[in-house]
């Protein structure tokens, strides 16, 4: 199997906050990998470093053989300009804590813009795309609703779509369900669990232990900028080995 | 459907305490007696106001109303509209870029963008259209000289007319506060939404087209429709440098009949006229707008005419 994700001792920090201590990692193609965490240690941060919202200070990144946001040049680093990085991120889906849907755009509308934006894509092509993604995700009949006319569970479905429209080979999950009412995280983690058995690879920020454990190909736990443990959820999850994560499970369980 | 309501539940309510209830209470509404004590002293005062109107012979309502329409005064409004429009335009392109240059990470765009802001914020706009009028005493030519041969030459009195002054001493500390109302606007989008925008690929530029001017425009769009109108009552300092805009017009009129206060009614009826006109706009720019917002509830057009007009807020 192919290497999707490939992150080699990537270091980051705010001011002097370090927030990435040397996160390693490796995702193989169409792997499902969750991670977990206490807040604070970094899991948002590293997934935010994979299409290169945030900055690194060390350290590489490559997502499907290609090193994201630098160019490398007689043995350093230098960062790419905006339309390089761009070409980058348009095959990567990112879903949100908050949805950031488009609030003066239909949910079609949301799906479409970057299909015809960035794909160039026809406009009829890029509607009948959408309208078919929304129907996936089980919102064919609010094609053409705003953001406000949906409850939460409903918006964050359509930014599934919004992801799943650029035909992404790697979706990244920022806490998708955590923002959301208790009743409606059902919906979108099964929304999440359809798109995984699909194929795609994703990367899932998530709290939802009963999720990583039921979807989840690999678990890699996280804390104070580091990978502590990773591995297949019945070891990581079920059987432990190091006390840090124990600790974790003892306190979310 | 009601009616089938209530003798539905007619048969649940009768065994409970509601039963003992005698059958009828009049229920009365608070009454606000002090609110039609007001308004009968507001509307007193109106028609004192309105006789006043009408029996005081110095308004002279006949010679308004034979002023009205006069070539001139016509020819006045069309000048003032002009400038209007075209300093609208150089205030709101301007001010765009001067408020995508502050909030550019580049300190020299940024800086010089602020010096402009303080500058053309800093001086009466009064000021600046003598001084543009003036310029030719401090640059009596423009040329274009190069290894001794002047490519053109052309003097600074025929290029800065009254017109052309007026534009200037108006446009430009225009620009400077339409560049504070674009980038509040600006910031007032959600930083999500850049985000959302970039991890979708889109270039700067798209994510300002497409995503964050649409949603800036909600909170650009009205303080926008309070400089158009300052824009069109502020045309009338041109009289200065006596561009023939509506006051010029009417003041040269005054000036050989003496018909003073007539024909500043005439100014200011028309005046009234046109920023009714662009409230009206107003009011359609912002449904346009307000797409997807909560608050795209129509409102009447006659009570946000109203509240535009007269700067109150209609309830309901």
Redesign the interface.
């Known amino acids: 199997m192919t290497v999707m994700v490939s992150a080699d001792r990537i270091r980051k920090s705010y001011g002097r906050l370090p927030v990435l201590n040397g996160v390693s990692l490796e995702i193989k193609a169409g792997e499902v990998c969750c991670l977990l965490g206490p807040s604070g240690a970094g899991k948002s941060t590293f997934l935010r470093c994979v299409?290169h919202?945030e900055s690194v200070d060390g350290g590489q990144l490559i997502v499907d053989g290609e090193i994201i946001g630098y160019r490398e040049r007689a043995g350093k680093l230098f960062e790419m300009r905006?339309?390089d990085i761009?070409?980058q991120?348009?095959s990567?889906g990112?879903v949100?804590q908050?949805f950031?849907?488009?609030?003066?755009?239909?949910a079609e509308q949301n799906v479409s813009?970057?299909q015809v934006?960035?794909h160039k894509k026809g406009k009829a092509e890029a509607r009948f795309r959408s309208r078919e993604l929304l129907e996936r995700v089980g919102l064919g009949s609010k094609a053409g609703k705003?953001?406000?006319q949906l409850s939460g569970g409903e918006q964050q479905r359509v930014a599934i779509a919004?992801a799943l429209a650029?035909s992404p080979k790697l979706i990244l999950f920022d806490e998708p369900t955590s923002a959301l009412d208790p009743e409606l995280v059902g919906e979108v983690l099964e929304t999440i669990r359809a798109v995984a058995a699909e194929g795609i690879t994703m990367m899932v920020v998530t709290h939802e232990i009963g999720f990583a454990r039921e979807v989840a190909d690999r678990v890699v736990f996280m804390d104070g900028g580091v990978v502590v443990e990773q591995g297949p959820p019945s070891q990581v999850l079920d059987a432990p080995a190091h006390p840090r994560t124990r600790a974790f499970l003892e306190r979310v369980l | 459907m009601s009616s089938e309501r209530s003798t539905d539940l007619a048969p649940q309510m009768k065994p409970g305490n509601i039963a003992a209830l005698p059958e009828t209470r009049r229920v009365v509404a608070l009454r606000h007696p002090g609110r039609w004590a007001s308004a009968v002293v507001v509307i007193g005062f109106l028609l004192w106001f309105a006789n006043v109107l009408v029996t005081t012979e110095a308004f002279e309502w006949d010679v308004v109303s034979s002023y009205l329409f006069n070539p001139l005064v016509l020819n006045g409004v069309l000048q003032t509209l002009e400038m209007t429009a075209i300093v609208l335009v150089i205030g709101m392109v301007a001010g765009t870029i001067i408020a995508i240059m502050r909030l550019s990470p580049n300190v020299v765009l940024h800086s010089v963008a602020h010096f402009y802001q303080w500058f053309f914020r800093g001086t009466p706009p009064l000021v600046q259209l003598i001084f543009w009028f003036n310029l030719a005493s401090v640059f009596p030519r423009f040329e274009l000289t190069l290894f001794d041969h002047t490519f053109f030459s052309i003097s600074t009195n025929t290029i800065m007319t009254p017109f052309v002054s007026a534009l200037l001493g108006l446009g430009l500390p225009l620009s400077a506060y339409y560049s504070e109302i674009v980038r509040a606007g600006i910031l007032a989008v959600d930083e999500g939404q850049w985000e959302a925008a970039s991890a979708y690929a889109l270039t700067p530029f798209q994510t300002l087209r497409h995503i964050v001017l649409p949603q800036a425009m909600r909170v650009i769009i009205p303080p926008t429709g309070n400089e158009a109108i300052g824009t069109l009552k502020f045309t009338s300092l041109a009289t200065i440098v006596s561009f023939t805009e509506l006051l010029h017009t009417v003041s040269t009129i005054y000036n050989t009949n003496f018909q003073t206060i007539p024909l500043l009614i005439v100014a200011a009826l028309w005046y009234l006229f046109l920023t009714s006109v662009l409230s009206i706009g107003q009011y359609f720019l912002e449904q346009r707008f307000a797409k997807g917002s909560k608050r795209a509830v129509k409102q009447p057009l006659i009570s946000k005419f109203w509240s535009n007009v007269l700067g109150q807020v209609k309830t309901a």
């Open positions: 299409n919202l905006g339309q761009a070409r991120r348009a990567i990112m949100f908050h950031n849907l488009y609030p003066h755009m239909t813009l970057a934006a960035v705003y953001p406000r919004r650029i």
